[in-house]
Each structure stands twice: as structure tokens, then as C-alpha cells.
């Protein structure tokens, strides 16, 4: 089976940078995925990580180590819309994604 | 922009009644899912569609819970008799190339029974 664990809560004020990690265990899998939920709002996909390393994407970008079973969100330029859940997802070879509990993310002005 | 598109947004049904969400996911996507999200809880997977039929479940996706793709656009969700428990967020997704790429999800329909 999948499982993956997140800090359930983080902190930051606006302009600082924030690191979101996500630690999993899992047999195989293609790939680590993070997405942003607002509150009552549809999970948005932010980032897609396939192989190992650091992927960039404007602001976020997302960090992958399969030895290491752990990757990690990071988000710079905080902005008080950044506020939302994050989580984490990976993709086990099947077909499906399996979510992370999510990390609560409050931005402070 | 593409996007997926659920009905209804809410729904409100009494317990023991059957209830059908409906989905349109992205037209040229292959790889359709339905999950649920619980009131501050993670998202959920229920069931994984491709190619006309149920590629993966899980163990909340038990006999009263269903899936059919009547036509080439929509991608229902039904629940024959329903649970207090099964009040939740349900959200569709579809993707392209299954969980090798990203899933793209519906604003969910939001279900209370009572």
C-alpha cells in the first residue's frame, strides 16, 4: 500500500519562503504531484515530479528523492493568496493518485 | 481553458435514497476518477475509469457505489442507498495519460444526507 505523511499545519508571513515537505512510503510509483486547495475549492494541480531533483515553476517549485522517499513544495514570494491546503499525491504504477493528509498553509501579512 | 465540470454543486437527499453526480471531464482526457473529501479531511480515491471500464477501486468503493460512462461526455457517479456517512465532497478528475500526468479536477458536488 501508499502512505504519506505531511505537517499538518505551517506558518509564514508575506515575502518569506515556505518549505512544505511530504514523506511517503510506497512500493513504486511514477511520480510525486502537489496540489493547492483553497477552502471549499477544487485541488489545482501546482507541479509534477517524475525523476529526481529540483522542478521550477514560477514561483513553487518541488523536489523529488525517491532514495529518500521524501520530496518537498517550496513556496518563495509568499503572497497572503497562498493561504490554502497543500498536498502532496503520488502516482503508484496503476492509475489512480493517492493524496497526502495536507498541509494547512496560513500566510500572515 | 479546458476545464472538468460537475452537476450538481450541491446535493441534499434523505438517508436510504439514491443519488447520481454527474461529471463532463476534458474531452480529449481517457483516464476518468471520482473522489471524495470528507469536511477537513484529505481527498479520497474512489474509483479509476478507463477505457469504458473500472480500472482500480478502493475499499470505500463498495457495492452500493457505481460508475458509468453513458455517453461520450459524461462520467456518473451513483450511490444506491445513502449513508449519513457518505456526506462528503465528491470530486471527478480526468487525465490525459492516467497518473503519469496531472489530473485535472472538477469544483466537486458537495452531498449531505440527512
Known amino acids: 500500500g501508499q502512505s504519506l505523511e505531511q505537517p499538518s499545519e505551517v506558518t509564514a508571513v508575506e515575502g518569506a519562503i515556505v518549505q512544505i515537505n511530504c514523506t511517503y512510503q510506497?512500493?513504486?510509483?511514477?511520480?510525486l504531484s502537489w496540489y493547492q486547495q483553497h477552502d471549499g475549492g477544487a485541488p489545482t494541480f501546482l507541479s509534477y515530479?517524475?525523476?529526481?531533483g529540483l522542478e521550477e515553476t514560477g514561483r513553487f517549485s518541488s523536489f523529488l528523492s525517491r532514495s529518500d522517499s521524501y520530496g518537498y513544495l517550496l513556496l518563495q514570494e509568499l503572497q497572503m493568496k497562498d493561504s490554502a491546503s497543500y498536498f502532496c499525491?503520488?502516482?503508484?504504477?496503476?492509475?489512480?493518485?493517492?493524496f497526502g493528509p495536507g498541509t494547512r498553509l496560513s500566510v500572515l501579512p | 481553458e479546458p476545464e472538468v465540470t460537475q452537476t450538481p454543486s450541491h446535493q441534499v437527499t434523505q438517508m436510504g435514497q439514491e443519488v447520481i453526480l454527474r461529471c463532463v471531464p476534458i474531452?480529449?482526457?481517457?483516464?476518468f476518477y471520482w473522489y471524495r473529501q470528507i469536511l477537513g479531511q484529505k481527498v479520497e480515491f474512489l474509483v479509476s475509469f478507463y477505457n469504458n471500464e473500472i480500472s482500480e477501486k478502493s475499499e470505500i468503493f463498495d457495492d452500493q457505489f457505481s460508475v458509468e460512462r453513458p455517453d461520450g461526455s459524461n462520467f456518473t457517479l451513483k450511490i444506491r442507498s445513502t449513508k449519513l456517512e457518505d456526506s462528503a465532497m465528491y470530486f471527478c478528475?480526468?487525465?490525459?495519460?492516467?497518473?503519469?500526468?496531472?489530473?485535472?479536477f472538477g469544483q466537486g458536488t458537495r452531498l449531505t444526507v440527512v
Open positions: 515530479n517524475a525523476l529526481d
Open positions: 474531452s480529449n482526457h481517457l483516464y
Open positions: 510506497t512500493s513504486g510509483f511514477y511520480g
Open positions: 499525491a503520488v502516482s503508484p504504477y496503476g492509475q489512480n493518485f493517492v
Open positions: 478528475a480526468s487525465s490525459e495519460g492516467g497518473s503519469r500526468t496531472e489530473a485535472f
